[in-house]
T-cell receptor, first 114, second 113 residues
């Protein structure tokens, strides 16, 4: 029972490089999320997807793109990485709109942009 | 716009002291509310959640929270903290209609023996 799986766990990028963070869940959840966590700022929502085929901006979407490839997978892409995107990224999933659902988190991806 | 405020950024307590961490949310519709804890070097762990019903919610490790709808608040409490409660605590609000989940900026709790 894997839950929410994120890859890679660690990555170092040079400024201007691109990369994709992958996230997959095996709980048949409708909603998926991407957050970044920075000291003193909590978890800030980048993008979320309330169902397959839909995505919505969160609090800090600039510099990121997402794809809800299918119900299981929700990827986050940095097209041209900047040092300000150095952070810990968390993927999460939940049953979907309507409340009453527990949110499950991945273990995080540590990204450093130099 | 949906938002969550945690007014205590850093709290320092001695063991056996009582704890109350404030959380206020801003959202016009129905919300589900959560408290998460993050121990040093670890990922988020759910402490407790409120969906409906009794506004006093009990969670793991002796924590509880009270939902006060008129004050848009969901404060976390523990009668007697332990050194092992040293961690960062996050309040979160989930929109019932859109499933958008927003976190507060967190409260760092340090408990000294």
């Amino acid at each position: 029972n894997a839950g929410v799986t994120q890859t890679p766990k660690f990555q170092v990028l040079k400024t201007g490089q691109s990369m994709t963070l992958q996230c997959a869940q095996d709980m048949n959840h409708n909603s998926m999320y991407w957050y970044r966590q920075d000291p003193g700022m909590g978890l800030r929502l980048i993008y979320y997807s309330a169902s397959e085929g839909t995505t919505d901006k969160g609090e800090v979407p600039n510099g990121y793109n997402v794809s809800r490839l299918n119900k299981r997978e929700f990827s986050l892409r940095l097209e041209s990485a900047a040092p300000s995107q150095t952070s810990v990224y968390f993927c999460a999933s939940s049953g979907g709109p309507g409340g009453g659902n527990t949110i499950y988190f991945g273990e995080g991806s540590w990204l450093t942009v130099v | 716009a949906q938002s969550v405020s945690q007014h205590n950024h850093h709290v320092i307590l001695s063991e056996a002291a009582s704890l109350e961490l404030g959380c206020n949310y801003s959202y016009g519709g129905t919300v589900n509310l959560f408290w998460y804890v993050q121990y040093p070097g670890q990922h988020l762990q759910l402490l407790l959640k409120y969906f409906s019903g009794d506004p006093l919610v009990k969670g793991i490790k002796g924590f509880e929270a009270e939902f006060i709808k008129s004050k848009f608040s969901f404060n976390l409490r523990k009668p007697s903290v332990q050194w092992s409660d040293t961690a960062e605590y996050f309040c979160a609000a989930l929109s019932y209609n859109t499933d958008k989940l927003i976190f507060g900026t967190g409260t760092r709790l340090q408990v000294f023996p």
